[in-house]
Every structure is written in C-alpha cells, then in structure tokens.
C-alpha cells in the first residue's frame, strides 16, 4: 500500500465522520469532547488533514451509531449497520 492510499484512506474516513456526525446533530467540539481531542483536531480529521488515531476508531462508530464499514466507506451511508458490527 502506498502512502497516496494511506491519505486517501484517511480522506474517507473523515468524509464519513462528518457527515455521520452531521446527521447525528453534533458539533466537532461535541464529538471531539466524547473523543479526547480538540474541536479543531476533529476539523482536520474531516477534511483529511490529519489522520483519526486507530485507538479512537470503536469509540467514534459506537457515537456515531455506524459500523466501522460505514466509517470506512464499505457500506453506504443509512445501510443499517451499527456499532456492534465492530465487536
């Protein structure tokens, strides 16, 4: 895997994160504060400046209420999975 996968990897997971975290009505300070990080940090993983720790990965579908397929982008947005996918 090449690092240009890497950053894209990282660019999809904070797509999703923003919108799953729209849809659930949170702000990045709201989201970033059950996460143990800064607003501004969860701004930069959103727009893939910045990669999402793996360690928070569980936490951030278990707030969102998605799967980490979801999170990944290997299951459209709405497809029913859930954060007990993960276990």
């Known amino acids: 895997m090449h690092v240009k996968d890497l950053d894209e990897i990282d ?3 904070g797509r999703n994160m ?3 975290r729209k849809r ?3 702000t990045p300070r709201q989201l970033g ?3 143990g990080m800064t607003a501004r940090h969860i701004q930069e993983c959103e727009r893939g400046k910045s ?3 793996a360690s928070r990965l569980p936490i951030v579908c278990e707030v969102l209420g998605i ?3 979801q999170l990944l982008g290997a299951e459209e947005p709405g497809s029913g999975g859930n ?3 993960l276990i």
């Open 51 to 53: 990669p999402l720790p």
């Open 67 to 69: 799967c980490l397929g």
């Open 11 to 13: 660019r999809i997971i």
């Open 33 to 35: 504060g059950m996460l």
């Open 83 to 85: 954060s007990e996918a």
């Open 24 to 26: 659930e009505e949170l």
């Open 18 to 20: 923003a919108f799953y």
